[in-house]
């Protein structure tokens, strides 16, 4: 109203002549016409077709393992062991063998698998306590209502880590023992560290920092998880700035999965002496200390051995749904096409 | 409602005012003059907003939900996803509400305050209004708004009358008279007034505007009150320079405040389309948690069982089928994204937008009257897009109520040819009359002597003629300008000025009009003492009367008329009759002998005047053009091109209407045939309306035996062009039970109907009946009161404003000043509103069926645990930031062709009639396609990343890179697809899409940022997640796959559908040739219509002759030009009317024009 009694006269309630209020803004109305559509369809399917050549020659350059260890060569004895929830606490080291029969290039990565475990239910990936994982001393000795059941134990003391989740840490160690052309046993060196998210290494997860106390000391008045063996400040013997939450195993099992098969990273092939260029072709171990149950849940376990491209393992699917992908949209446009020679109608039904 | 918390006083049986007598008057706790239409005040606002607000289902399901999400069992998304829309929705809705308040505040403040002058212990005292007490009583002075309904005591003018305007009341304009009761008026004096204790015993308050009944009591003596001593709140006193009245109802007692009821509120089929379809919604959810839940059940049984000692069931729950129960619950929480609450929201903004550019249109604003369209009620924008039946009223709407002189026949001399006129002043126009010749001096005598107009003489002598039909100021405005100029008349005398001579005429009798006699005549003695009866007339009545002498000039005069009549110009006839002076002696006798009468005193008053109206002179015939609006022909043309049915309902007489139908190219004389239904009994009429339909049904073949009704659906195969005219009395047996399907079929088969003689009811009824019959949209376009109950009964009505009085306007949910604006509101703004809200609508179910469906699938997945795929704040943020600018900016903004093509092409408008756009069919091909979209959004990642790692070797599996991924598929896929949606990219659309996605980027990083994380760990536990995640190749190629695959069909689809079956729009998008469409507007031949078209009521013949002249005072007259339309009684009137968002938009608004009512002015 203010701006109307500026114009006095017969047109002082005239709307503005603004290309706003008059909808006339300039703009731009890109029409669907065979002129760009078909080049457009064409253009993809050539896009994906080279996509999917390149990935498909990408991912034949990688090797690849899979051992499902769960009844596998000793291990059977482990399995019925662990059914049994009496000697649930004894330790039990089994050996599995295999033969890789060319050799692994480059980088080598070993992860564990799981099958059938799932880390994505609701409840489940709800019961962890983030504050206590980032290092808050309140959370330490308070651990969020979120663990329960797993937050106190029957001591009431508070766990650390708490929840399902660090509760249901993957346990078992493997070591892989290389048997060269002479035979005798070469421990395959695996980096155990670095293999997490930057993030969670560095932000995500950090032990409660108490001056001049260890980590133990830290830790005191906290009880380990239920199922656990070991407390989280002795997860790692062999490194001590490896240990609490910032463990890598831990932080790994911790990022939970979204499906219910997954595969873990366990360690990297450290380039030493044989292994510089990677893994050698050869018969080979993997000495198992089996603690991880699985049989009540049916699951499976597995090791997988890969070598890696720049987009990760050997993954089959992308190259190959890269080339469907491509081979539809090509039949789509030359669908299109033909429609559009034979049948397209060109602005006929004006006239009616 | 404020009221329901006060305590009400039981309702009142009568009502006992005693004047001057506070003490007395207070015992009965009337309300005081104070009005409240404000609903809040600063302390209730909150709880009775809030209160309102939940009262509207969607609020209540959300509340409902975000309950749900506390309980801890079922929680799957955190509290906040909900109710950060929630307060969102709430928050803009109660702004606008207190917005809207404060403005209702403002105004019964204005209104509370104003100045009242009240006797008080004998003297005058100002008192704001509201301080006005029942009992009291008030001086009001000319021009001032009546304060409260009062009862006249006393007027300055004579006979105790003063005048009233009720414009704000009845929307009529014509002053009214009241008059005080005798015995109060008699004192002479006010000041008497102050020892005034007369009681008055009256009915309780009511809304009945035209009835008052009580009894004054007074000095031991009874006297009756009806309506005519009253005046009513609202109501302006005019030509009164002071009057005094008891105040009897105050403040909401008012009968102005007893009718402000609450308005219906108006829903389009759209939005019952999409209540019916968001129940679907609701009844899948539902479907969907029965299944998950089902599944959960299963899965517990089979594997969550097993997996017990990794994670134990919540104490509550004791076995699978509870937790089957609570999945259920947790997934009705996850799903309810199908409906978000921002659907509701974002329509009204929508509605909003379109709103505003109905009010902003440049060619909707009439520079005449100042006025731009208006849309008062913004819920109904893309109803204008279907319309299919227009219901038009004719005068003031199709016609401007100005009559012009156009064409005249003198003595069988044809004389005018300008045929367009644009003013009602003739002098423009070159006649070429011979000076001097008597007949043509003795016709233009008779213009200004036979009539009923009143003259005055203005301040700086100019002469306003005051008519009671615009006709008769027409005519008499020619006569002035032909040196016939009428000056002045008293109850005995007629002064006129014959080329600048004032001659004085003694006026013998006034023969005045009625609907029956279609004449009216004068008998005058001149100063020579002649005495001669002049008449005007309808032709057909006034021929028959004529001395057999004029045969001859009858039959030239007879031509001129025809060819007058096709020209579409109203005519009358003219003629004299010399009497003696024995004849009137004996006439005059009759005539007292009949104004005596007291049985059937009007029967034999017309006996007599028949008597009298016989062998007349014939002296020729005059053609009043009744001035169509501009652009009247196209515009009906264009719209029935866009296959708009429009029918004219019209008070009018028959003949006029088809006049003005055949005027304004409704009516052609290429039709078939026009059926003209007039019967008077149910039989004749039924008889009359079969035969029509059998003709019609048979090609235009008369068949003389009456079929039964055939069904409806037969009237496809109708050839030829028909029309319907009906008679309100025909209607009236029409519109009965058993008929209405008949008479529907009959006129749905009609290019026109025109429904002439209806009363205001009947409008309604009419309009109401092809709602009940067709599924069709029905718009009621017209100016007056009369089209209120027609304008309020369809889905939209359209107010002429700028002209008459407001009451149309502001009952109606658009207006503008210009029938011609219709096909503007209708075809560019109707249908882009409509193809906008389709288009949104198809989009918003799309992607939110898109985004919430991937649950489901990854259900299956995640142990039916009700597992989100996404972070909560993606969940929170999607509807709201995310996408919802984009496609509220196509929604408000996009245009498919540019406006000028849709009124070249009206055949653009067909797909919003047939509901094309947006109907069941298109709904579920949306949830298919988001459906689809979900089904690729989650199996392609999942496959991909079920097996990828990052370059590093961590995998890609975890939850939140899974998450990540989905989200920007997601949110990239929405985005194309609106990009392929939109066809009309502004900067604004660019802005939109483009910083929606931007922000879906930034705010990502920023809530995965490591700062928030510090602060909330538990909270934003997806720290890091937007980094590592989009920074790796293979997610960028799964996002592109999945957005290759989702988009490539829609793309081949629309591109298959565009060459194989182009729509209209499409086409003429693509073709910027133009074919300026010819349309009907070709000429017509000349049929002979006899338009005799006059007042539709007396005129003011008695008025004059009783000597009760009218006085007008040269200061009302003055002052009569520039009414104030008082914008409280505006909001007043919109008070329950909480949907329209418009505000006020009238202030000192120059409300005179010349009026369909009942008075007209004349400049000189």
Not at chain 2, 469 to 482: I, K
Request: overall charge neutral; hydrophobic content about 40%.
């Amino acid at each position: 109203m203010g701006r109307a009694k500026r114009k006095p006269g017969p047109l002082a309630r005239r709307p503005d002549n603004s290309a706003f209020k008059q909808q006339r803004l300039p703009a731009w109305s890109p029409m669907l016409t065979a002129n760009t559509v078909l080049p457009f369809f064409y253009f993809m399917a050539l896009i994906c077709m080279l996509l999917g050549v390149w990935l498909l020659l990408t991912v034949q350059g990688t090797q690849e393992i899979k051992l499902d260890y769960t009844e596998a060569g000793t291990c059977d004895k482990c399995f019925e062991k662990r059914k049994n929830v009496s000697s649930a606490a004894e330790s039990c080291i089994c050996k599995v063998v295999f033969l890789v029969e060319k050799p692994f290039k480059g980088d080598v990565f070993f992860y564990y698998g799981l099958q059938n475990f799932h880390q994505n239910l609701r409840r489940y990936m709800d019961s962890r306590d983030d504050g206590q994982l980032v290092g808050r001393k309140s959370n330490l000795k308070e651990p969020s209502s979120y663990c329960e059941p797993f937050a106190k134990d029957q001591n009431g003391l508070p766990i650390a880590p708490c929840g399902a989740v660090a509760n249901s840490f993957f346990n078992d160690s493997f070591t892989l023992t290389y048997y060269g052309s002479s035979g005798d046993p070469v421990k395959v060196p695996l980096l155990r560290t670095g293999i997490t998210w930057y993030t969670d290494k560095n932000v995500k997860y950090r032990n409660p920092q108490i001056d001049n106390l260890t980590l133990a000391q830290v830790f005191e008045g906290t009880a380990k998880p239920l199922y656990w063996k070991k407390p989280v400040y002795e997860l790692d013997p062999l490194d001590p700035t490896n240990n609490g939450f910032i463990n890598d195993d831990l932080i790994v099992w911790m990022r939970e999965a979204a499906f219910p098969n997954f595969k873990k990273l366990y360690g990297v092939l450290y380039h030493d002496k044989l292994f510089t260029d990677g893994l050698p072709a050869g018969n080979y171990s993997i000495d198992i200390s089996y603690n991880f149950p699985v049989q009540y849940f049916q699951g499976r376990k597995e090791v997988v051995l890969t070598t890696l491209t720049w987009f990760g393992g050997q993954n089959y699917f992308l190259p190959i749904a890269y080339l469907v992908t491509s081979s539809l949209i090509l039949l789509i446009a030359v669908i299109l096409t033909v429609a559009w020679w034979k049948f397209g109608k060109k602005g006929k039904n004006m006239e009616e | 409602r404020l009221e329901m918390f006060r305590k009400r006083p039981p309702p009142e049986e009568e009502r006992r005012v005693r004047a001057n007598d506070r003490e007395y008057n207070e015992k009965f706790q009337y309300a005081s003059n104070c009005i409240v239409t404000s609903k809040y005040n600063i302390i209730t606002f909150l709880p009775v907003n809030l209160f309102e607000q939940f009262q509207e289902v969607a609020n209540t399901y959300f509340l409902f939900l975000l309950i749900l999400q506390l309980i801890p069992q079922i929680s799957s998304l955190s509290w906040f996803t909900t109710i950060v829309p929630l307060a969102l929705v709430l928050s803009i809705t109660a702004v606008k509400d207190a917005t809207d308040d404060y403005f209702r505040h403002k105004s019964d403040n204005q209104v509370n305050n104003r100045q009242s002058q009240v006797l008080i212990r004998g003297s005058l005292q100002n008192e704001k209004w509201m301080n006005v007490r029942v009992g009291d009583i008030i001086k009001l002075e000319n021009n001032q708004f009546v304060a409260a309904d009062v009862l006249l005591l006393f007027s300055s003018e004579p006979h105790g009358l003063c005048y009233i305007e009720t414009a704000e009341l009845d929307g009529e304009t014509n002053m009214k008279v009241r008059q005080s009761v005798s015995v109060t008026s008699e004192p002479g004096d006010p000041n008497n007034l102050a020892s005034f204790d007369g009681e008055v015993v009256c009915e309780p308050p009511n809304n009945k505007l035209d009835r008052f009944c009580g009894t004054l009591y007074w000095r031991d003596k009874k006297y009756t009150l009806t309506n005519q001593n009253m005046l009513l709140r609202g109501c302006v006193l005019r030509n009164t320079e002071a009057c005094y009245g008891l105040v009897i109802f105050a403040g909401p007692d008012t009968k102005l405040m007893q009718n402000s009821g609450r308005t219906k509120f108006k829903r389009t089929s759209i939005d019952r389309l999409m209540n019916t379809l968001v129940l679907w919604i609701f009844g899948f959810l539902v479907c969907m948690g029965v299944i998950l839940a089902v599944g959960n059940a299963v899965w517990e049984r089979e594997v969550g069982s097993l997996f017990q000692s990794y994670l134990p069931w919540d104490p509550p729950v004791d076995n699978f089928l509870f937790s089957a129960f609570l999945s259920f619950w947790s997934y009705v929480i996850i799903l309810n994204t199908v409906v978000p609450i921002s659907l509701y929201v974002s329509v009204e903004v929508i509605r909003l937008g379109h709103s505003y550019f109905i009010n902003w249109d440049q060619q909707m604003f009439c520079s005449q009257c100042n006025t731009a369209a208006a849309a008062r009620t913004t819920t109904l924008n893309e109803e204008l897009g279907q319309v299919e039946y227009i219901f038009s009223d004719k005068t003031g709407t199709l016609t401007q109520n100005i009559m012009s002189f156009n064409k005249c026949s003198i003595n069988g001399q044809t004389y005018g040819k300008c045929t367009h006129l644009t003013h009602s002043h003739t002098k423009s126009c070159t006649y070429l009359f011979k000076v001097g010749d008597s007949h043509t001096h003795e016709f233009f005598r008779l213009l200004s002597l036979c009539h009923t107009v009143m003259s005055e003489e203005k301040s700086e002598g100019e002469l306003v003629y005051k008519a009671q039909s615009p006709d008769e100021g027409a005519l008499v405005a020619a006569a002035r300008n032909f040196g016939f100029m009428f000056c002045s008349r008293t109850p005995g005398t007629i002064t006129i000025r014959e080329m600048g001579q004032p001659v004085t005429y003694t006026l013998l009798a006034i023969l005045d009009f009625n609907n029956i006699r279609k004449r009216m005549s004068v008998i005058v003695r001149n100063p020579e003492g002649r005495i001669r009866l002049y008449c005007k007339g309808a032709d057909t009545v006034l021929l028959e009367r004529l001395h057999p002498c004029n045969q001859e000039l009858m039959n030239i005069t007879s031509d001129h008329l025809n060819e007058y009549a096709a020209d579409g110009l109203r005519t009358l006839a003219l003629a004299y009759r010399d009497l003696t002076e024995d004849e009137w002696e004996a006439w005059a006798e009759s005539h007292r002998c009949a104004g005596k009468a007291t049985s059937c005193r009007e029967d034999r008053l017309a006996a007599t005047y028949d008597q009298i109206e016989q062998d007349m002179m014939l002296l020729g015939a005059t053609a009043i053009e009744d001035k169509l609006q501009e652009g009247v022909p196209e515009t009906i043309a264009i719209l029935s091109l866009a296959n708009i049915k429009i029918w004219v309902l019209t008070g009018d007489k028959q003949e006029t209407a088809v006049n003005i139908g055949y005027s304004c190219k409704m009516l052609t004389d290429d039709m078939t045939e026009v059926f003209i239904i007039s019967g008077h009994t149910v039989q004749s009429v039924r008889q009359e309306l079969r035969s029509a339909l059998s003709f019609e049904l048979n090609g235009g073949v008369k068949q003389l035996q009456c079929s039964p009704p055939p069904p409806s659906n037969l009237t496809d195969n109708i050839s030829g062009e028909f029309a319907l005219v009906i008679n309100g009395h025909s209607l009236a047996h029409a519109l009965e039970a058993d008929m209405e399907t008949e008479f529907v079929s009959t006129a749905c088969a009609c290019k026109a109907v025109i429904c002439c003689r209806v009363t205001p009811l009947q409008k309604a009824q009419v309009v109401e009946l092809i709602k009940k019959h067709k599924k069709a949209v029905t718009l009621a376009i017209g100016d007056g009161a009369n089209d209120v109950g027609m304008i309020k009964s369809a889905h939209i009505g359209v107010g002429i404003s700028g002209q008459e009085g407001i009451q149309a306007a502001l009952a109606s949910d658009y207006s503008f000043s210009q029938f011609r604006f219709l096909q503007r509101l209708l075809l560019v703004h109707g249908r882009w509103s409509y193809l906008r809200m389709c288009r949104f609508l198809c989009y918003f179910f799309y992607k939110n069926f898109a985004f919430t469906m991937v649950h489901f699938w990854f259900g299956f997945f995640c142990g039916f645990s009700a597992q989100t795929v996404y972070d909560q704040y993606f969940i929170t943020l999607y509807n709201i930031v995310y996408t919802s600018l984009p496609v509220l900016a196509m929604g408000i903004f996009d245009q498919d062709v540019p406006d000028h093509r849709s009124l070249e092409y009206p055949k653009l408008y067909e797909p919003g009639q047939l509901n094309l756009l947006f109907n069941k069919r298109e709904f579920f091909i949306c949830i298919a396609q988001g459906i689809y979209t979900s089904v690729v959004l989650f199996f392609v990642p999942y496959t991909v990343l079920s097996d990828a790692t990052q370059s590093t070797g961590v995998p890609l599996a975890d939850h939140q890179t899974f998450a990540m991924t989905t989200a920007t598929a997601l949110v990239i896929v929405v985005s194309v697809q609106i990009a392929l949606g939109t066809g009309f990219w502004t900067v604004i659309n660019h802005v939109c899409v483009w910083g929606s996605l931007g922000s879906y980027f930034t705010i990502m990083f920023a809530l995965h940022s490591q700062t928030l994380f510090r602060i909330f760990p538990s909270q934003f536990h997806f720290v890091g997640s937007a980094q590592s995640t989009l920074l790796q190749p293979v997610v960028w190629l799964t996002i592109a796959l999945a957005t290759a695959i989702c988009i490539v069909p829609v793309l081949a689809v629309r591109f298959l559908k565009l060459a194989l079956r182009p729509r209209l729009s499409d086409t003429v998008r693509k073709y910027t040739k133009t074919h300026v469409s010819e349309g009907r507007l070709g000429t017509r031949g000349g049929s002979r219509r006899s338009g005799y078209a006059f007042a539709h009521q007396e005129g003011f013949g008695e008025l004059i002759t009783s000597g009760k002249n009218m006085r007008l005072s040269s200061l009302a007259l003055a002052t009569f030009a520039s009414r104030h339309s008082s914008s409280w009684i505006d909001t007043l009137r919109r008070k329950k009317h909480t949907h329209t968002h418009t505000p006020p938009s009238t202030s000192e608004e120059p409300l005179f024009g010349l009026t369909k009512g009942q008075m007209m002015m004349m400049y000189i």
